[in-house]
């Protein structure tokens, strides 16, 4: 359960980045505040996932879905630039996360 708690966390990371650059350096009022509703759900799962998780591992699942997500939601929607590159990192983070998560790291 622990770990469907840090894959939330890491959703609501995505979700956080997102509304910060909607917010616009914190100028638009609903993505700023958004942005607060984002940070303190995800933190908080984090938190809970903590309880029965290692942290390096619970943090670089956590940390590496918000990378992940962020990534790829500004490619798929923001304009971000596409390239070969970025989207073999992107795999080769998916692939730490994987092998973490194989190595063991919580209960």
Do not use: C
């Not at 350096?25 to 509703?37: A, K, M, Q, R």
């Not at 998780?53 to 956590?62: F, N, P, R």
């Not at 390239?83 to 994987?98: E, N, P, Q, T």
């Amino acid at each position: 359960m622990a770990w469907v708690v840090i894959v939330i966390a890491g959703l609501f990371e995505v979700a956080m980045a997102y509304s910060l650059k909607l917010s616009n350096g914190f100028s638009v009022l609903l993505p700023s505040l958004g942005f607060l509703i984002f940070a303190f759900l995800s933190f908080a799962l984090l938190a809970m996932g903590l309880r029965s998780l290692e942290i390096g591992t619970a943090y670089a699942v956590w940390t590496g879905i918000g990378a992940v997500g962020t990534a790829t939601l500004g490619m798929l929607f923001l304009g971000d630039e596409v390239s070969f590159l970025k989207v073999a990192s992107i795999l080769l983070i998916v692939a730490g996360i994987v092998g973490l998560n194989l190595a063991g790291g919580g209960h």
